[in-house]
């Protein structure tokens, strides 16, 4: 099968969308498959070319045999609606453009976020004749309501048309959790339609390690009981109040936070947390990916956590499932939903409600008090990961595409 594949995000960049549509496309390619992703040039989330990469209109580059083509877009930092705007936008018509003179595929798909990727995708499908696949990996501009960056009027309501068009004119639409899915059918989508493909992780990339003394030396963390937050420090991730937690827990010396990663609203928590003098709190920059697993061997506990908004109740966040292959007792902080039912269902962590920095510190104090507990909660975790391998993930996306050529 020839694989048509749009994504803004993709490696270098580390971020879930690029990581996951990656690591799906080199197991489909060592499959038989031909893969060509069209991207842009790396530079989320800061705004920032990476190193050795230009903004040029058109550049090819082969990794494990996937053709990459990049386009040339208007590179924007993650913050800022109207800048973030014209980067979504430029992205969407260049996708398109590139896209209409590859090589002929079988089928085009696209992801979001971003949701101009979708457009894109469905235009190249629509103007050459072929199935487009839909690849819901979170509810725009659901998402960004959610978070304060949209407000209800006639732009939303144009938005919210135009994703429902797409929806209706894809072949087939993978939602990355079963509640995007019931959010889809209860807005008049067709179930028989959509399949539900939710996320994993690349195993032979993330397994249990001793902790990397060199680096926890480098952040003075070679003898700490270390929260690891590891991902986007953005707006939908309501991290103000690990940091509410962390002021509560300063008197316990034992217990370190580490943030790790970029976004629109790290340097406010950096700032926040110098200001309150949080000397447990401990910031990382970006690491490469392949660097991750040591990054997560520093930790003693996974933290993924979100603000209380009830659209973040619908998503899985990615980094879950990491933290099961890495084998860690995870501490969700999310709304109530899908999420909470991968980790008490495994029982494999625990859930706090989200906001709540008392809740949160008694829960860090309890799991670092309670190597018992701990220790169940890491046979757990690892026994769940399996469940959730990228391989399977793969392979169901694969049955997605011939659906749609049925």
């Known amino acids: 099968m020839k694989i048509l594949f749009l994504t803004e995000n993709f490696p270098p960049e580390t971020n879930a969308a690029a990581t996951r549509v990656y690591e799906r496309a080199v197991y489909w390619q060592n499959s038989g498959h031909k893969v060509t992703i069209i991207t842009c040039a790396p530079n989320f989330p800061q705004g920032v070319l990476f190193e050795g990469y230009k903004n040029h209109w058109c550049q090819t580059e082969y990794l494990f045999g996937i053709k990459v083509v990049r386009v040339k877009t208007y590179i924007s930092a993650n913050q800022g609606v109207v800048r973030r705007s014209l980067d979504f936008l430029s992205f969407g018509f260049m996708g398109f453009f590139v896209g209409l003179f590859q090589s002929k595929p079988d089928i085009v798909a696209a992801t979001s976020p971003q949701f101009f990727a979708a457009v894109a995708g469905w235009a190249v499908a629509a103007c050459r004749r072929l199935p487009f696949i839909f690849e819901l990996g979170d509810l725009w501009p659901t998402s960004i309501v959610a978070v304060g960056a949209m407000k209800k009027g006639f732009l939303l309501s144009s938005v919210e048309k ?4 797409l929806y209706r004119r894809a072949a087939r639409v993978a939602a990355l959790t079963h509640a995007f899915k019931k959010n889809l059918i209860s807005r008049g989508i067709e179930a028989n339609k959509i399949d539900v493909v939710i996320n994993g992780v690349d195993l032979p990339r993330y397994a249990p390690q001793i902790r990397d003394e060199k680096l926890a030396k480098k952040w ?5 009981f270390v929260i690891g937050y590891l991902g986007t420090h953005g707006m939908a991730h309501g991290l103000s109040n690990v940091l509410d937690a962390a002021e509560r827990l300063l008197v316990n010396k034992k217990i370190r936070f580490l943030l790790a990663g970029a976004g629109a609203d790290r340097e406010r928590l950096v700032e926040d947390a110098k200001n309150r003098m949080l000397s447990n709190v401990v910031f990382m920059p970006t690491q490469p990916k392949e660097e991750m697993p040591a990054v997560w061997s520093l930790c ?6 979100l603000k209380d908004n009830f659209a973040f109740g619908e998503v899985i966040p990615s980094k879950i499932f990491e933290a099961m292959a890495m ?3 995870i501490l969700i902080a999310i709304p109530d939903g899908e999420a909470r039912g991968i980790i008490e269902n495994n029982a494999a962590g625990i859930w706090v409600p989200p906001e709540n920095p008392k809740a949160l510190a008694e829960a860090i104090q309890k799991l670092s008090s309670d190597s018992h507990l701990c220790s169940k909660l890491v046979a757990n975790s690892l026994a769940a990961a399996p469940r959730y391998s990228r391989t399977v993930q793969a392979n169901e996306m694969i049955s997605v595409f011939k659906k749609a050529l049925l």
């Open 162 to 165: 135009l994703e429902l068009f």
């Open 220 to 224: 003075l963390l070679h003898d700490k």
């Open 327 to 329: 084998g860690l007792p």
């Open 300 to 305: 003693d506990v996974a933290l993924v956590h």
